[in-house]
């Protein structure tokens, strides 16, 4: 809601800019403060901001997220180990979908247990991630056991530095981009019959290490965000079922 009353804002001021009077009543100009934008001449000239009137107060709700057995139709929707490699990555370490299509063999670590995610800007298939520094996370011995699986029944002896790559469509052996890793998703939605896309499994990561006790702290290093605050704000809101079950485990509703 609150992006339709932004256009319709932007458009009256628009008018009010070119001296339409019924534009001028939706805008309101005030002084300015510490914090706002300075312009060339900040400090010398006093300057007056546009403000914006009306905005709705917006209701903070936890992303949607998986249940586990959705979590299971999809990866049993999975006809290929390289796709049940890719669902189950983002599902176990919450990763972007850029992240993982990144992924070199080099960034996996099967005696530590590990592997890092690295933000690189020359990637063939033009993935993305979004964090700045390489961050090192540990993994499952089940995931690093379906990878082995892939590697000797698909991928074989291919030449690629890359952990997803095109097998069956396209030129095999170059890096997966971002339309295949969609057309896949696509597919697994129609034969699990769940309506995912693939950030939804980083939200039922980040969901779970936070419903599961793991410091907030910790979940943002883990989920590779710049800042604290960024987890905070998008997962820290807890709803009345993460409420209900707080006061069960320490014993405060059972004993009433």
């Known amino acids: 809601m609150n992006r339709a009353l932004n256009s319709v804002y932007m458009f009256y001021e628009f008018l009010a800019r070119r001296g339409v009077g019924m534009g001028a009543q939706l805008t309101h100009r005030r002084a300015t403060s510490i914090g706002d934008h300075g312009g060339f001449l900040a400090g010398i000239a006093e300057r007056q901001v546009t403000g914006r009137p009306t905005r709705l107060k917006q209701v903070k709700r936890r992303p949607g997220t998986l249940s586990d057995t959705e979590v299971q139709q999809i990866l049993d929707a999975c006809e290929r180990l390289r796709d049940r490699l890719l669902m189950a990555l983002m599902f176990e370490t919450g990763c972007r979908i850029g992240q993982a299509l990144g992924l070199r063999h ?40 379906l990878y082995t699986d892939y590697l000797f029944a698909e991928y ?49 990561h980040a969901t779970a290490l936070l419903r599961a006790g793991v410091r907030l702290e910790v ?38």
């Open 219 to 256: 979940a943002s290093e883990l989920l590779t965000h710049g800042s604290v605050h960024t987890t905070a704000d998008t997962y820290g809101h807890l709803d009345a079922d993460d409420l209900a079950e707080e006061l069960d485990r320490v014993g405060f509703r059972g004993t009433r």
């Open 156 to 204: 074989h002896e291919l030449d690629c530095d890359y952990v997803f790559v095109n097998l069956w469509n396209g030129t095999v052996g170059a890096p997966m981009k971002y339309w295949a890793a969609m057309s896949l998703v696509k597919r697994l939605r129609r034969r699990a019959g769940v309506d995912f896309h693939p950030h939804l499994f980083r939200h039922t």
């Open 106 to 145: 080099e960034d996996i670590n099967t005696d530590r247990r590990t592997l890092t995610l690295r933000p690189r800007d020359n990637n063939a298939n033009r993935a993305r991630g979004k964090s700045r520094d390489p961050k090192e996370i540990p993994v499952r011995q089940t995931l690093l056991d």
